[in-house]
């Protein structure tokens, strides 16, 4: 026998599975989905039912509803994509190295980031112009997060107003990804507001002194629809311009020596996103940030460089605990986020599936993505003999030579 109606599973396990698979429940009255009325109406085509076990379903969805320049707009990696899918095929080089007999009846997803707790270690990745994928875009992933006690970090290219993502999830935990601009102005005035609407946290990507390479993007010509723009920025689109999105003005001269200002101007711990060497990890630790987040862009900046699960051990090695260290790129099941906290990662953060449940069905379908990793998460934790978070440790990975 197997699943709830084992006999052999300690009734506490049973009991917590069957909570979650509830939860999940609550969100898809079957086992089928179809697309809603509501993306019907906006020009996307229905969708066949299918059953939704895991993020490649959700993919698949979007993949056959969204229009096919945005598709791959959100897809899309920089040059030959190699390191887009690599942060994926990284994963299945590394080995689970389970434990058994340790009392599985009580296990704790739960965990802390920057001193606020969440239900388990997978947050919400900023990722620009959720009103793409769903009408009221970045509120109903705010709702999601909030629902599913994790944070979700919002982008400087957000298409919905920050009063408005803030007024959607009151209560939810938020940091606040920001894009250094051109006009140091306009900068100050988005990390102010930010803190105003009570961000907790500033995470600065640092990779991006241009924009990747993006082959099928210039193939495109994509751009946004003219019903769809940025809320806190405003950039005009210059005819003969490399992208046609609305980020020219970010600042290719941001440097180290800018991490003093913005400490000057703001008090929320500033988190640097797109770390991948020693060294780097090293110059931040040196500059008092409070966070480093492990990231190559999802593979859309510069191709071929490492893998984020790859870079991972360098950079916690460098920091040797005196700093937390996340990661994104590549997250696709619970083992995934398993082996990323055994190698030292505090959490991950989730990019591309959370604009598939997007497309999917709003908030529901981001937090369908969210439950059914959740549950995957819980069971890697069960199998493994991991009772809590702090439980989890390199001996359960084992490197293999795929």
């Keep these: 026998m197997s699943g709830l109606g084992n006999p052999q599973l300690p009734t506490q396990f049973r009991s917590e599975l069957a909570s979650v698979l509830l939860e999940e429940s609550k969100l898809c009255l079957n086992t089928t989905a179809s697309f809603p009325l509501q993306k019907q109406e906006s020009g996307l085509r229905s969708f066949q039912k299918m059953a939704f076990t895991c993020l490649a379903d959700f993919q698949a969805f979007a ?22 899918d690599e942060n994926i095929s990284a994963y299945k080089k590394i080995r689970l190295h389970p434990h058994v007999l340790r009392d599985m009846s009580v296990v ?77 102005k306009i900068t100050k005035e988005l990390i102010q507001k930010a803190e105003t609407l009570g961000y907790k946290a500033l995470v600065l990507t640092v990779d991006t002194p241009a924009v990747g390479n993006r082959l099928q993007d210039n193939r495109n010509r994509f751009s946004l629809p003219a019903s769809i723009s940025t809320k806190s920025v405003h950039v005009p689109i210059e005819e003969n311009a490399e992208s046609l999105l609305p980020v020219s003005n970010i600042d290719p001269s941001i440097s180290w020596k800018d991490i003093a200002w913005l ?30 987040l492990v990231s190559n862009h999802g593979g859309r900046q510069l191709d071929t460089v490492p893998a984020t699960i790859d870079a991972l051990t360098e950079v916690v090695n460098a920091v040797q605990g005196r700093i937390e260290v996340y990661l994104d790129g590549g997250i696709r099941t619970g083992t995934d986020v398993l082996k990323a906290l055994a190698l030292g990662a505090r959490c991950v953060f989730l990019g591309r599936p959370i604009l598939w449940g997007l497309t999917y069905k709003g908030e529901e379908g981001v937090r369908q993505v969210l439950n059914l990793l959740k549950k995957e998460f819980y069971r890697s934790m069960v199998f493994t003999g991991c009772r809590s978070v702090s439980e989890i440790s390199q001996d359960l990975v084992q490197f293999s030579r795929l």
């Design 108 to 184: 704790d997803t739960r965990t802390t980031i920057q001193g606020s707790e969440i239900s388990f270690p997978v947050c919400i990745a900023p990722t620009g112009f959720h009103c793409l994928c769903w009408p009221d875009g970045e509120q109903s992933t705010a709702k999601a997060a909030e629902a599913m006690n994790i944070c979700y970090v919002t982008s400087t290219f957000s298409t919905c107003f920050f009063e408005d993502i803030v007024a959607s999830a009151p209560n939810g935990l938020r940091w606040f990804q920001l894009y250094v601009q051109r006009d140091r």
């Design 63 to 84: 993949k056959d509803n969204l229009p096919k320049p945005t598709w791959e707009f959100i897809e899309g990696g920089a040059d030959e994509c190699i390191i887009r």
């Design 263 to 292: 400490k000057s101007i703001t008090q929320m711990p500033i988190i640097l996103k797109g770390i991948l060497t020693r060294e780097d990890a090293e110059l931040a630790i040196s500059h008092n940030v409070q966070g480093i």
